[in-house]
């Protein structure tokens, strides 16, 4: 076996069915973490897109696969801040750097991997909720790779599922009706996950779509030949982070590219902090947030995939521990500031970024200004998402339809199982035909 799955709270040793998501033995909440036979990372460029670092990813199979992250040294950007040794790990559509993310964003990273390890013959439908950019990527990957799968999203979020190709009919989009937010798309698929057939992809608690995040880090330190001093990135639930810090951990194992953990540099978008303010005070536990509340701040914020009332913060193997370990630092970031931050990007990089890349940059500029940072410092910026234009231009991507359209705060349990059992049957008929 290539792999195997370690509780983080119990360190019992699991078996992979290719859906294990929890430990049933471990007191609280914990999060499970693959162990590789490889020691040592093997770069495959001849494996395709991601699947060059498959040496570190819990996958059953390699799909298709043109893109990946790309990292390089930054020199204008770089100069503008004063910075010695920037290096910007890219995820996204940018053909002139090498980069082919035709959805735009790093989620493809954990798509191509929660599809790579799906169960061939399992007739399991998948579960994801997202904001976006999640759902993007999954339907992109589902849909090539025939693997049936629900979305679940924000009504709001729809114009942010635009695809490349026609989606076929074992992928469907479910929306969360009004002025739902992230949590709320959340709370559907949890119901849809224990209906019979259905199984839930995750999140965070899914190894492969954290260690296909992760490649983010791969990338960074194999090209610049060790492990960065410090690491920037905006976060929603901080999955990114997490893995971040796991390949981190991997690489210490390697002993080729440094001994030290880099400090995580994280950054929320402003006024949705709930990471933000747990950290001030080195609490474990984020606070609980008014539904209503918490959806007015998810509609002020300019950055909307970031809004996660529920993120893995506490739990064992979690973003707190991450932080901890590393001795990070947690950012507040206001629209003004990611609006700026994007600008000076595409002039001095010149290429386009999402609204959670200019998060990043942004508290990168603050670190500069509040000399939170040595300048000399090996710094990755990891830019989650960019190339909008790119895309545009030479993809001509198309909007897609809800299938279903459900309101969160008026569906049982009983008229979901309804809806989702016809939904079912014709996801699995499509893949028999």
């Known amino acids: 076996m290539r792999y195997r799955i370690r509780c983080l709270e119990t360190s019992q040793i699991l078996v992979d069915d290719g859906f294990i998501l929890v430990n049933p033995a471990a007191a609280g909440p914990a999060l499970l ?18 699947f060059r670092f498959a040496d570190w990813l819990p996958v059953s199979r390699v799909l298709p696969s043109a893109g990946y992250p790309v990292t390089f040294r930054s020199e204008r950007l770089a100069s503008v801040l004063g910075l010695e040794n920037l290096y910007i790990t890219f995820s996204g559509y940018w053909p002139a750097r090498g980069a082919f993310m035709t959805t735009g964003s790093f989620k493809e990273c954990e798509a191509y991997t929660v599809c790579a390890r799906y169960p061939q013959d399992s007739q399991e ?14 339907l992109k990957v589902a849909s090539e790779n025939r693997v049936p799968l629900v979305v679940v999203v924000p009504q709001s979020s729809l114009n942010e599922l635009w695809q490349e190709k026609p989606l076929q009919p074992w992928v469907r989009i479910v929306a969360a009706a009004g002025d739902s937010d992230y949590f709320d798309a959340i709370q559907i698929s949890d119901k849809v996950s224990v209906l ?15 260690d296909g995040m992760g490649t983010t880090l791969l990338s960074a330190a194999t090209t610049i030949g060790q492990i960065p001093d410090c690491y920037f990135q905006a976060i929603g639930s901080g999955t990114g982070a997490i893995a971040a810090h796991e390949a981190n951990l991997r690489l210490l194992g390697d002993g080729r590219y440094g001994h030290k953990l880099m400090q995580l540099h994280l950054s929320q978008n402003s006024p949705f902090l709930p990471i933000f303010q747990a950290w001030q ?6 606070a609980p947030m008014d539904t209503t509340e918490a959806r007015r701040l998810s509609q002020a914020i300019d950055a909307k995939v970031l809004a996660n009332r529920k993120p893995p913060y506490g739990l064992t193997g979690g973003l707190f521990d991450a932080l901890s370990a590393a001795g990070g630092h947690v950012y507040a970031v206001d629209n003004t500031a990611l609006a700026q931050a994007r600008d000076l990007f595409a002039a001095s990089e010149g290429c386009d970024v999402c609204p959670e890349a200019g998060v990043a940059l942004a508290s990168l500029i603050e670190a500069c200004e509040k000399k939170l940072i040595n300048r000399q410092a090996v ?47 014709e996801i699995l008929a499509s893949l028999t035909s």
Request: net charge positive; hydrophobic share 40%.
């Open 125 to 138: 439908v998948l579960v994801v909720a997202s904001a976006g950019n999640t759902a993007r990527a999954f």
């Open 33 to 50: 973490r693959a162990e590789y036979q490889a020691s040592q990372l093997n770069i495959r460029p001849e494996q395709p897109g991601l």
């Open 196 to 210: 019979q057939g259905f199984k839930a992809e995750g999140g965070a608690r899914n190894i492969a779509r954290r």
């Open 281 to 286: 005070t080195r609490r474990r536990e984020i």
């Open 379 to 425: 710094i990755m910026l990891n830019v989650t998402g960019g190339g909008r234009l790119n895309i545009k231009k030479d993809l001509n991507p198309q909007p897609v339809i809800a299938d279903l359209l459900i309101d969160p705060d008026d569906i049982d349990q009983a008229q979901l199982a309804g809806m989702l059992a016809q939904t079912r049957q």
